[in-house]
């Protein structure tokens, strides 16, 4: 049985450079591997994380980042407020950019995680920058992919916890892949830092789910890419919402914007996104393995097959059955026992990473810069920082960051 994936890697040199995927069919592939290399940082450092927390639990987890980055903070913050015992919230940088009021308030404690691949994003400088000026209590946590970037360099100007991940993760292709999910990974670690036993059988397992996603499933991911569909709908519920956030942007930035996607939870979907289901649209379900959850989500897909809308409905789950398989045309199975929803992101997330790279051939761009007109880059461009202090005294705008 053939495999779309691994025949991108194994192409010549000079055929990658001509297709545009001389970086990103590898680093959605390594993502498994990034993530057993990930869980071993983290083991290494636990001693030093678990001082550097101190058990305050008086402080409360803001998870940030920007685009992406902000995503993982989404696909983590119920796993924190589960099981971590810390009050957890996830603010994009982009939002904390514009109202830092609102996120530091000056009567309480924070644990600032910041997540970022290169850590030259203005809006990660910037907040950093915002933190530090603050009359908040703050102390900085650094995840990040590149030990070279400014986001990292200005953590060891103050009592910060550092994080590098696995050089690999830094990725060299426009969208992140490796990046993201590996940061995923290692912020479900923080979560469940002082007893990281169960958290490891966990990632062990998602590791192996991810493998097999890639390796039985590419082929069928990439004939739904031939398809003509122009829309996308990523369905998750709980944490999955998460996922289906950054599977959405996967799909639409790796095709420069000729599909437009959107996401939603399963319940969210009738109020009112649903209008954007039509011929042309392919809905995509990250099904829960809650019982529970799972019967709110299957009322909802029977209700998108008796409305006969959708061009193409794909279901990504553990283990399909009769009624699941007889709603959707692609069924993924993962196979693999013992992976929370809370932990499943960074398996399922591979589903639209995929869709984004095979519909970006599919249109003849190059995956690894699929923006022709440069709209859009690897390391966000454009977007000036402003001294807050200053023009709170004196009403002038001097740029700090971008």
Partial sequence: ??????????????????????????????????????????????????????????????????????????????????????????????????????????????????????????????????????????????????????????????????????????????AMTSSFSSMVVAGQCLATITSLEKPAEIIENLAKAGELIMDKYSDAINSLCQEEFTRAVFLGSNTLQGCATECHLKLQEMTSGKVVAKHDSFLGLRHGPEAVIDEQTVVVYLFSEDTFIRKYEMDLVNEVKEKQIGLKKVGVCKKSDDELSSLCDIIIEHQTDGIPDDYLTPAYVIVGQSMGLFKSLYYNLKPDSPSEAGIISRVVKGVKIYDRPLFQEKKEFKVIAG
């Fill in 1 to 174: 049985m053939g495999n779309s994936l691994t025949d991108l890697i194994n192409l010549s040199d000079a055929d990658k450079e001509i297709k545009g995927v001389q970086a990103t069919p590898e680093e959605i592939y390594q993502q498994p591997e990034m993530w057993r290399e990930t869980l071993k940082i983290i083991k290494n450092q636990k001693e030093e994380i678990i001082d550097f927390l101190g058990g305050q639990k008086d402080r409360q987890f803001i998870l940030s980042g920007a685009g992406t980055s902000a995503f993982i903070g989404l696909s983590l913050a119920n796993l924190f407020n589960k099981v971590s015992g810390y009050d957890t919230k996830a603010i994009a940088t982009t939002d904390i950019i514009t109202d830092p009021d609102a996120a530091f308030q000056t009567d309480k404690k924070y644990f600032l995680v910041h997540f970022a691949r290169s850590g030259n994003s203005p809006e990660s400088i910037g907040t950093f920058t915002l933190a530090e000026e603050s009359s908040a209590d703050i102390k900085h946590i650094v995840i990040t992919c590149n030990k070279e970037g400014k986001l990292a360099q200005m953590g060891k100007t103050v009592e910060s916890l550092m994080i590098l991940l696995p050089e690999k993760t830094n990725d060299r292709g426009l």
